[in-house]
């Protein structure tokens, strides 16, 4: 089998810390030293994994990918509103201007957007100068500029591809992906640790079926048979992974009354 991922370690140990709270299964556990303390201990070490994986979503956006949104966010509004101005007062500038042009997303609006820069201030020009065929350009432009394409809101498209045709400043940090992944190596392991301890006493003390199914230790298969969910990291160490016996209801911690020490 393979080896669990991250993502299927935190969900047992989440379905686990649900289920150790009820009553029946804390009676039993606490027979073998479980205590508040440890339940505290459980939902720390998984919140702390979950710290780790998401402290890195909390650091600033990088200055490019910042530039490149507000870039976005440019084309997104002064894209449609061009096009719907040239199609009803321009046609035929229209179709030059917009010619192979369409909106874009991520660092390809830096393209999109620099072509329509360049397309506009070709507006006035004469055809064999690079300005639209027929003529009808500066009719066309000046629209433009009463739908609200001013000299300003150009150049503030203008400054955004040089920022980002510019190097970055010296004050860029970037993460330490060696010190984020051991920080969340360790994590793993200590959540893993709590978990296998207390999830092997409990897969042995604790016997009925409803209790089991209420800890994540069973699970019902697309047959429709309920059947044991196997830590397959037993499978990889070469351990043979012992088989929970599943009695009918009512048997709890085997053989007597489970709540009381033997």
Known sequence: MAKLTLGQKAD???????????????????????????????????????????????????????????????????????????ARHAPAVHAWFFRNLSQ??????????????????????????????????????????????????????????????????????LPDLEQEEAELAAAESAMWAWYREWSDIARTVIKQRSLLRLMGFLQTNRAGVEEEVVDEEDEVEGEASEKVDVPEEGDVGGKGDATKPK
């Open 12 to 86: 047992r140990m989440l379905r686990f810390l649900l289920g150790v709270r009820h009553a029946r299964v804390a009676a039993v556990l606490r027979v073998h030293g479980f205590t508040e303390k440890d339940l505290n201990e459980g939902w720390s070490l998984l919140r702390a994994l979950g710290k780790t994986r998401l402290d890195a979503e909390e650091a600033p956006v990088p200055q490019d990918e910042a530039l490149v949104y507000q870039l976005d966010q440019w084309e997104n509004k002064w894209f449609p509103i061009a096009k719907a101005t040239l």
């Open 104 to 173: 874009t997303e991520g660092p390809a609006v830096v393209l999109s957007v620099g072509t329509f820069l360049q397309r506009f201030d070709s507006l006035e020009k004469p055809e064999d100068k690079g300005g639209p065929k027929g003529g009808g350009g500066k009719a066309a432009k000046k629209k433009l500029q009463e739908r609200g394409l001013s000299a300003e809101v150009l150049d503030a498209a203008r400054a955004l591809i040089d920022k980002l045709g510019g190097i970055q400043s010296s004050d860029v940090e």
